[in-house]
């Protein structure tokens, strides 16, 4: 059964405007949002900046960054807003012996403030170490156990289509693909090809498949899709194409998906809101907000834009949309 | 006795205005004041940053910062503006055996520059490892040696908490608790729970209760007490709540209270001033150009403000309030 696009598309504006909070002064540190970005290595350190540095610029209150050793110093230096634990470690300067003692020192760190986090991003700029992926696997199973919701990109990717029980059956799990990243994942978890054709079946059944995590496969229109419903967001966007814009809109789904786990918690009779997953919702604002951010940025820099610009609109974008009073 | 709110509040502007020291081609350098911050560690860097920064912001001459060596050079990278010393040891890299001579040798680093500091800010990001901790306990008593005024904030206010003979009856003292902190001080000083509804008589018994330090308790309404009065200072402010603004407060009340110390040395028969405590005026002053800084801010950034952006308004906030000529 083909579905036409325009009939899964979503109003995201009025998605927005339902989930975020309104300001006042009664409220303290913390309320709107504390993040945690696991991502993070010798060779990568702008993704997980990118992703975190996203989440205070959408309103977050905190945003804290896991890394490696090597990757902190220079993590911290592109901003003091973020908050970045040197934390991680790769292969290379673990002996044998010590792995499983070192592995158990990472998940008590990380640990001691799992519980305090409203959403954990995972895979920015993580690399691909294999001891470095165990430990990550340690805490997506502990993040799930206490109930945290984890949005997943970039090489947390990786490691999840190779591992799909990880995620598999946990409502507050978000995989964010890109293309080739959409690729792997519908042949190893439906070992079939993509479907262009009928791209909103698919994507439901990948999301059934996998237990109901919510997916938002990234292209032209995003797709979003938890198993039971497949919505669509095509407004706003940009033909630029640089690095990091999977970064910003994972920084971005964690806030947006925090925000709206409180306002179902809140039950406001007043929403409108016709989805009850956070998941999906906060696919749907944080997809629409990075499109416009960009669609944005791209009007003012054009084929210079690149990521940095795109997260210096992200404040105006999200005004544009919900004024704070 | 309860005590409206209303009655306590002081006029904040006219404060910095009276403190706030003319400015004039003849003055040399160090006159305006000259800050150190004590604080940052491996985990923190940002919060000493913004604290030190902040300084130079509103007006003083030198900034200094003393950190351990892991958070020096990247302390430093946020800007050449700041003085930093790479001084402070955490237990990871101190052999039992070493801690007596370290002990001494990061007190005879920090003592050689004591009597040069006007004011001393201590807790920004400095984490609670035990060592690093008993070192920054012998700077408070040394700066009390030497009437160094100090301002105590985050993990300084866990310290102090735990310790409070360390500051008590210092008048020269200031605790900046935020709602956690202030509970915390409340059940450890004054062994009972935070009274909202007489929060005015509260504040004053648990500064009386310490001999007469002063207090900041940041809230919706900033109460200011030393135990001998109470103000409130409630103009201005933002809804805005991301981490980091507590520091930029501390740096402040840092600055404004060496201000008002050589104000009140200076015995101006002009002043207009009823309260002649430097370290109240310093709160007074520096809570109110931290809610103004905030509001400014928040008007020009709404959700997306980030603690550097309300750094970027000292400036402007203080020339609205007290024009350099």
Known sequence: MQQ?????????ESVIRSITPA?????????????AVIGGCREYTGAPYFAAISALKIGADLSHVFCTKDAAPVIKSYSPELIVHPVLEESYSVREEDKKFIS???LAEVDKWMERFDCLVIGPGLGRDPFLLDCVSEIIRHARQTNVPIVIDGDGLFLVTNNIDLVSGYALAVLTPNVNEYKRLVEKVLSSEVNDADATQQVLSLAKKIGGVTILKKG??????DGDTVKSVS???????CGGQGDILSGSVAVFLSW????I??????????????????CIAGSAMMRKAASVAFSHKKR?????????FLGKSLEDICPAT
């Open 4 to 12: 036409d696009l325009r009939s899964v598309e979503v109003d995201a």
């Open 23 to 35: 300001l006042d002064l009664t409220r303290h540190k913390g309320q709107a949002g504390k993040i």
């Open 104 to 106: 158990s020192k990472v």
């Open 220 to 225: 032209k229109s995003d797709l979003i899709s």
């Open 235 to 241: 407004i706003y966007g940009s033909p630029r194409r």
């Open 260 to 263: 709206a786990r409180q306002h």
């Open 265 to 282: 918690k809140a039950a406001d009779p007043n929403s409108n809101l016709s989805c009850k997953n956070p998941a999906v919702l906060g």
């Open 304 to 312: 210079s834009t690149i990521t940095g610009d795109i997260i210096e």
